[in-house]
């Protein structure tokens, strides 16, 4: 039996705590937000969620790389965060669809991991002290040098992300939802013509707006409304993507020129920017909600949907002043999760309904989007 010899690594948080453990992945130093997410597996589809740029995530499940890298299974064309914190890394996958290890697609993508920290008790350090900045290092293992650094890394609130995700320029999107059988296929007899914002959009939500009947042009994220408007498409969708809602300016003003015209459905981040657009505020999250474990009740049916969620902001309903009704709650602290205008149609969920990784229950909101543009058509 052969034997990797393991390279030393260290995590610190911005209070100081240190975790020593092991180097995968990428060596050298990164640092950002640290998160922890709870989902059990879809490891490949968290590190490739745009919404996690610069943040540093790691897994409270303890044993991560079991069934490898699958490219069928990107969210976006690159993962996108800061570094990678796991318990357990297993080095040799065993999945028939595997490609590559876990490994060694971090080293392609030079993101840093650390492994075999107590994930444990860094999640129930998070959950007391709340979300905070931190820093991974294979080089520098001094406190005081590695303290300086997370000094300098910039708070998630006041930054403007999106602009590190969002598309170049507009592109059609074709690709349906994946199945053992055929894997994807492209579809082109939408019936409805939507415009997705790409706020960092997950490819998943793409596929969810084909198999529910739209045909889809995602347009980036500083698109102008009137451009938007002169295609006169049949609705507007707003998508997932990274950080603090409010410096996002040029999106909260474009949605305010498409407010009333034309029907709006908004995941995540599109959901904080329409609440906004509307008049409202956000606020942050002591630890965000993230992981495919989250209980949401939806109030217009009285059914409670475990649901898919990566968020570190939310809206304050009551600063809607009335124009907005709650749809959905969190069940674990009672936090809006959907809203829909009293007077036109438009509405959005914080939570991500197209799953990639966790379960479907909430699947059904883009046939509330299809039924709500053909309800005004």
Not at 103 to 115: A, P, R, S, T
Not at 197 to 225: Q, W
Not at 303 to 328: M, R, W
């Amino acid at each position: 039996m052969s034997f990797i010899k393991k390279k030393k690594a260290v995590l610190i948080l911005k209070d100081g705590r240190i975790f020593e453990g092991y180097n995968f992945g990428a060596e050298g130093e990164t640092g950002g937000e640290v998160v922890f997410t709870t989902s059990m597996c879809g490891y490949q589809e968290i590190l490739t969620d745009p919404s996690y740029d610069k943040q540093i995530v790691c897994m409270t499940y303890t044993q991560i790389g079991n069934y490898g890298i699958n490219y069928e299974d990107m969210e976006s064309r690159a993962p996108f965060v800061a570094g990678f914190i796991v318990k357990e890394y297993q080095q040799e996958p065993s999945n028939f669809r595997s490609q590559e290890r876990l490994e060694d697609f971090l080293k392609k993508y030079n993101i840093v991991g650390i492994e075999g920290i107590d994930t444990r008790a860094l999640t129930a350090h998070l959950r007391e002290k709340g979300s905070m900045n931190g820093f991974i290092s294979t080089i520098d293992f001094n406190k005081d040098s590695l303290l300086e650094k997370v000094s300098k890394i910039p708070s998630m609130a006041g930054l403007d992300l999106v602009r590190n995700v969002t598309t170049d320029k507009p592109y059609e999107w074709k690709q349906t939802l994946w199945s053992l059988e055929k894997g994807y296929e492209n579809r082109e007899d939408g019936k409805y013509f939507v415009v997705a914002y790409d706020y960092g959009i997950k490819f998943n939500i793409l596929r969810n707006l084909i198999n529910a009947g739209f045909k889809v042009l995602v347009v980036p994220a500083d698109f102008p409304a009137e451009e938007v408007l002169r295609m006169n498409p049949d609705g507007v969708f707003l998508s997932n993507g990274p950080g603090d809602p409010e410096p996002v300016k040029y999106a909260i003003e474009n949605v305010k020129k498409i407010i009333n015209k034309k029907p709006i459905f908004g995941i995540c981040l599109g959901h904080q920017i329409l609440g906004l657009a509307l008049g409202g505020k956000t606020f942050k999250l002591k630890f965000g909600h993230r992981g495919g474990n989250q209980p949401v009740k939806d109030l217009t049916t009285g059914k409670v949907e475990v649901t898919s969620q990566n968020h570190g902001f939310a809206v304050d309903i009551d600063s809607l002043g009335g124009k907005a009704e709650v749809t959905h709650i969190n069940l674990n602290d009672n936090t809006v999760e959907g809203l829909r205008h009293k007077e036109y149609p438009l509405f959005s969920v914080q939570y991500h309904p197209e799953a990639s990784p966790g379960p479907h229950d909430a699947s059904y909101l883009f046939k509330r989007f299809y039924d709500l543009i053909e309800s005004v058509s």
